[in-house]
């Protein structure tokens, strides 16, 4: 396993910039093939994705910052060395959340459908992440006797769950079998960023719980992950009772 890809010329390519390149094509350009876009032309619709990567980025950045490392708080420029890893996927959902609403308020674009899209497509996104987390030897599992352990030499020489691979196999993969699977009997729009979130929060508790390293930023009792995912399950519910109230009913999200 290595961070690095390839080489174009001397110039080494990474699997994280890899990654997050195939996650904004796919997310930008995939509901356009399959035409599942909310009231919007194209061209407005990869305007939203553009500037919806650069707030994904900042709230993924300050996730892992406040969540995982604090003490770059005081270290201002610290935070802005993105090259050098610490990506929160809870940051990067509230700050994607908060722009969807922000951005549907200003063109007056119904927020929950734009959110709804953006859920139906991000699961393959969420994979190839994970899969450089892999290579790269971050988010590690815990301690394992099972055949398919793998070793971290930059941790130690244990054999150790790849929580990377059961991650994106199940928050990527899974959640977009399932989404799509279910897309067609939702009510109210809205309804399938409420079941992306409690489907994602329930199986990353899962993974956290049994699989992956845990770190203790906050308490003792749950690890910092547990913590953020009950969290995440909690704002899901939340959002999901949020639509019944507030959202348009419809027959689908298209």
Not at 29 to 52: A, H, N, Q, R, T
Not at 80 to 106: D, E
Not at 192 to 207: D, G
């Amino acid at each position: 396993m290595h961070q690095v890809a390839f080489h174009i010329f001397s110039y080494p390519v990474y699997w994280y910039g890899l990654a997050w390149c195939f996650s904004y094509l796919w997310v930008r350009f995939s509901p356009v093939k399959f035409k599942l876009l909310p009231k919007m032309d194209k061209d407005s619709w990869y305007e939203f994705i553009d500037y919806g990567l650069i707030a994904v980025v900042i709230g993924g950045r300050l996730g892992w910052v406040v969540f995982f490392s604090p003490s770059k708080l005081a270290q201002p420029l610290e935070i802005l060395k993105v090259w050098q890893g610490g990506m929160s996927f809870h940051g990067a959902l509230l700050s994607a959340l908060l722009f969807i609403y922000c951005y549907g308020r200003y063109y007056k674009i119904n927020a929950y459908a734009l959110s709804d899209i953006v859920s139906l497509w991000i699961g393959p996104a969420i994979a190839a992440v994970r899969i450089a987390n892999f290579y790269n030897g971050e988010v590690y599992g815990r301690v394992t006797s099972s055949t398919w352990g793998v070793i971290f030499p930059h941790i130690d020489m244990l054999y150790r769950h790849p929580s990377q691979l059961y991650e994106a196999f199940a928050e990527g993969f899974l959640l977009l079998l399932f989404l799509h699977h279910i897309k067609r009997n939702v009510s109210y729009s809205g309804q399938i960023t409420a079941y992306a979130i409690i489907f994602y929060s329930t199986v990353r508790m899962l993974i956290e719980t049994y699989f992956r390293a845990p770190s203790y930023e906050w308490t003792s009792v749950l690890s910092t992950g547990q913590t953020l995912c009950l969290m995440m399950l909690c704002l899901g519910l939340c959002i999901w009772l949020a639509v019944k109230k507030y959202s348009p009913l419809l027959k689908t999200t298209e």
